[in-house]
């Protein structure tokens, strides 16, 4: 998985991640306490490239980060920043 883009962002960034094999793939936003935020992914995916799109529009300014999960394993964990 790459550093979302841009880094920091306001209103939206993009989260790219790369995938090589076939899996059920969780891709998740989380606060710095660790509360869940959104869950912009949630399906099987075939091996290949994907982007989400992520926005910030209902969230404060802060840190946040964000996981992806392959068939229950955690593969890339990030964190990112909101500026308003």
Known sequence: MQQNYPNPFNPSTIISYK???????ILRIHDIVGRQISE???????AGTYEATFSATNIPSGVYSYSLHVDGDLVASRRMAVVK
């Open 19 to 25: 995938l090589k094999r076939q899996g059920d793939v």
């Open 40 to 46: 912009l992914v949630n399906t099987r995916q075939n």
